[in-house]
């Protein structure tokens, strides 16, 4: 399954750089990249199911609860 | 090239986008039979935030966006703001996707598998977004007539079997659960225009941002209060919060004949939701090239839509989880994103502005 995701999402990027008028390196390699990052987030819940959702603010809403718990105080 | 949307697209494209994929939600629940004066407290904070939106955008002079950025914030800052606002806008698009294919899959196709529904979603919005914002406003000018008449016959329908008691009485539990439900919907959607800053390339004149965000927003709140308001009052307010999709209900009550008309309210859901998820990619793809240097945004346009299929099956994946998204109130991420960042920057950009003309009369 891993496979065939990695598969479709190369064929689709190859078919759409070959589609390009001009490449220009700069272009191709942001665009390789963002597929990249496209297909490792295609494959990540495909190896794992249950994969935690990263959350970037976590630390700041749980210090505002922790706050907001202790009536403002630290 | 720069893209130009005339001032009544845009104020149409704003209302579509507001009014997207929230109608079917029990927006505001929390808030019982004072539901209406949520909506109200809701316009009435998120005001302020749409009026400093307009007001970023109409200090840039008429420039195009990312010269106006320039202008304004300097080179440094507005490319790293955009590489912020490009994930807030990806994350929107899963959110939006993920909400029509678990509303698909509860109502009309439930063994059909989620990524089926988000893959087809995930190639339309590539389409649009790849056409642009000139051709997105102009489908909304188009889209927003049947919009309108769905709503308005709904409505209509909606009033035989509403029973105007469920909003009594008034505030019976205090000005809390108002403000709660002022939150949430502060939230989702009337804060999520942020978006809609990166969208527009160029307006019409200097006074144009005011013109296009402002009625929009207002347009689109107007329409939310009414609609839901209506529902709660046919499906009783002790019991609005209960349902997945309280609108659905509500009109599910309606009799015409033999007919059926849930999925009239369908249509209007489909027509937001795909201009909502096509904006947000826009917005995105926008936003990336941008923080990169390019000036095409184009060719980004289809690593990020097939970003978002397994994005949305990733960020939420049941319909409670959806739900729970819809209602949630006020969470940290949203606040900076809606509230800090655009204040942040509002402040910055009026400092510089006025230092800027203090040395232009000053030479």
Redesign the interface.
């Given at each position: 399954m891993v496979g065939l995701v990695i598969l479709v999402y190369a064929a689709v990027a190859a078919f759409e750089l070959w589609l390009w008028a001009e490449r220009p390196w700069q272009k191709v390699l942001l665009y390789l990249v963002l597929f990249a990052g496209a297909t490792t987030l295609a494959v990540l819940p495909v190896l794992n199911p249950d994969l935690k959702v990263p959350e970037p603010l976590g630390f700041l809403e749980k210090l505002l609860k922790r706050l907001w718990q202790k009536g403002g105080s630290v | 090239m720069r893209e130009h949307v005339p001032d009544d697209q845009g104020m149409i494209l704003v209302l579509l986008f507001v009014v997207g994929n929230t109608l079917v939600f029990g927006l505001g629940g929390v808030a019982g039979p004072d539901i209406w004066l949520a909506f109200l407290t809701a316009t009435v904070m998120a005001l302020p935030m749409i009026l400093l939106m307009a007001r970023v955008r109409s200090l840039m002079q008429g420039a195009a966006l990312y010269s106006g950025l320039e202008q304004v914030f300097g080179k440094w800052p507005s490319r790293g703001l955009a590489l912020v606002y490009a994930l807030y806008a990806w994350r929107l698009s899963c959110f939006v996707v993920s909400d029509v294919s678990n509303f698909v899959q509860a109502i009309a196709l439930p063994n059909t598998p989620k990524v089926v529904v988000a893959s087809i979603l995930a190639l339309l919005m590539l389409w649009a977004a790849k056409e642009g914002v000139e051709v997105l406003a102009r489908f909304a000018v188009v889209m927003s007539k049947v919009v309108f008449a769905v709503l308005l016959v709904t409505f209509i329908l909606l009033l035989s079997v509403a029973n105007p008691a469920e909003f009594l009485p008034v505030m019976y539990d205090g000005a809390k659960p108002v403000f709660l439900g002022a939150f949430q919907l502060l939230d989702f959607p009337f804060l999520e225009v942020v978006v809609l800053f990166w969208v527009f390339d160029c307006f019409s004149s200097k006074r144009s941002p005011f013109k296009v965000f402002v009625p929009g927003f207002l347009s689109a709140a107007l329409i939310l209060l009414v609609m839901t308001s209506t529902s709660l009052a046919v499906v009783g307010a002790d019991r609005y919060s209960v349902f997945y999709f309280p609108i659905w209900t509500a009109v599910s009550r309606i009799n015409v004949s033999t007919m059926r008309l849930e999925a009239i309210v369908g249509v209007t859901f489909a027509i937001g939701s795909f201009l909502k998820m096509a904006v947000c990619l826009l917005a995105a793809s926008r936003c990336?090239?941008y923080a990169?240097g390019?000036s095409d945004y184009r060719?980004?346009v289809?690593?990020?839509a097939?970003?978002v299929?397994?994005?949305s099956?990733?960020?939420i994946t049941t319909l409670m989880e959806v739900e729970k998204s819809a209602i949630k109130t006020y969470?940290?991420?949203a606040t900076?994103y809606q509230v800090v960042l655009p204040v942040v920057f509002w402040v910055v950009a009026e400092i510089r502005v006025a230092k800027a003309r203090h040395q232009g009369k000053g030479g």
């Open positions: - | 990336v090239t990169f390019f060719f980004v289809t690593p990020l097939l970003a299929i397994p994005g099956q990733w960020l969470p940290t991420s900076i």
